[in-house]
């Protein structure tokens, strides 16, 4: 059974960088896209990063997160910098079977999700 765990979140001041961390075991981790997603209170589920073949962005998020995929360690990165009052949220890491991938901005395009990291940014 796929788990995906994430680590990382942490309150920071706005214009510090982060980077939160998503490991997946319980399957060949490089069978898998991988994605990030974040919620905020009483907001729906909202789209971060997503890594299949290729790597997309959020338009909130584009030119300060990256994501990082590392099939060595069977772990996905996601590197924020530049952290501004908008950012904080749950953030959540997903996985999906690359065969059965859909949308990459779509929530239920994934299969399996993790139980989030709390982001928070003073200003």
């Known amino acids: 059974q796929v788990r995906l765990v994430e680590s990382g979140g942490d309150m920071v001041q706005a214009g510090d960088s982060l980077t939160l961390s998503c490991a997946l075991s319980?399957?060949?981790?490089?069978?898998?896209?991988m994605g990030w997603f974040r919620q905020k209170p009483g907001k729906e589920r909202e789209f971060v990063a997503a890594?299949?073949?290729?790597?997309r962005y959020g338009n909130p998020v584009e030119g300060r997160f990256t994501l990082i995929r590392d099939n060595t360690k069977n772990i996905v990165l996601l590197q924020m910098n530049n952290l501004v009052p908008e950012d904080p949220a749950r953030y959540y890491c997903a996985a999906t079977p690359r065969s059965h991938y859909g949308l990459e901005n779509h929530p239920p395009s994934y299969t399996n999700w993790g139980r989030g990291t709390q982001v928070d940014v003073s200003s």
């Open positions: 319980g399957d060949i981790f490089t069978g898998y896209a």
């Open positions: 890594n299949n073949w290729l790597t």
